[in-house]
């Protein structure tokens, strides 16, 4: 089983708005990844857990902010976000660090 | 710095015919490669990876790359596309140390009826 499941599907939100998506896997993966996506590019990395430590941050904005509460759950919290946060935002999981990554169905975001 | 090119942004073939998808990488060290492919509106899906072995590697869905490494290549072919195969495919590598993942530009796969 290879599956990681992402919630919710799509998500309208305004600049104003709180919200949070939800990634998790059940394959026993020590790694997890959200990366962002637009449209016809390949994904940009956001952030790495490794065994439920943050190890990575891409410089990403503050109005992101990742959350691991778990081995088998991801999440990122979403605040005053911009229009151009529009995006598909994919989740990732691996048995270790920068093993072979496996993708969730992704969280198509659109910031009105 | 690690990279990947994939020169077309679209390839075009009939169905049936054999096709392939370009990928060229530049690591330091002994390369891990990887195929993703990506259908509308979805994630990505693991095809295939080459980490050390045979330099010819076969994945899902009857996709096989093969590794060069005198021409740093790691090109995606299949012996007879199917329509349904048409989708966005994504090359990507990381080096022996455990970099982070680096991702070429993608290439549009279109195979007509």
């Known amino acids: 089983d290879t599956e990681v499941t992402q919630t919710p599907k799509h998500l309208v939100m305004g600049m104003t708005n709180k919200k949070s998506l939800k990634c998790e896997q059940h394959?026993?993966?020590?790694?997890m990844y959200w990366y962002k996506q637009k449209a016809k590019k390949p994904p940009e990395l956001m952030f790495v857990?490794?065994?439920?430590?943050?190890?990575i941050n891409e410089s990403v904005p503050s109005r992101f902010s990742p959350e691991c509460p778990n081995s088998s759950l991801l999440n990122l919290h979403l605040h005053a976000l911009q229009p151009e946060d529009s995006a598909l935002y994919l989740c990732?999981?691996?048995?270790?660090?920068?093993?072979?990554?496996?993708f969730g169905p992704g969280t198509r975001l659109l910031v009105l | 710095a690690q990279s990947v090119a994939q020169p077309e942004d679209q390839v075009n073939v009939a169905e049936g015919n054999p096709l392939t998808v370009k990928c060229t990488y530049s690591?330091?060290?002994?390369?891990?490669l990887f195929w993703y492919v990506q259908y509308p509106n979805r994630g990505l899906q693991f095809l295939l990876k080459?980490?050390?072995?045979?330099?010819l590697v076969k994945g899902s869905y009857g996709f096989e790359a093969e590794f060069n490494k005198s021409q740093t290549s790691f090109h995606l072919k299949k012996p007879s596309a199917l329509v349904s195969d048409s989708a966005l495919y994504f090359c990507?590598?990381?080096?022996?140390?455990?970099?982070?993942?680096?991702f070429g530009g993608g290439t549009r796969l279109m195979v007509k009826p």
């Open positions: 990732a999981s691996s048995q270790g660090p920068w093993e072979t990554q496996y």
């Open positions: 394959m026993g993966h020590r790694a």
């Open positions: 857990y490794s065994y439920e430590k943050l190890s």
């Open positions: 690591v330091s060290g002994n390369p891990y």
């Open positions: 080459y980490i050390t072995g045979d330099n």
């Open positions: 990507a590598v990381r080096d022996f140390s455990g970099n982070m993942l680096t």
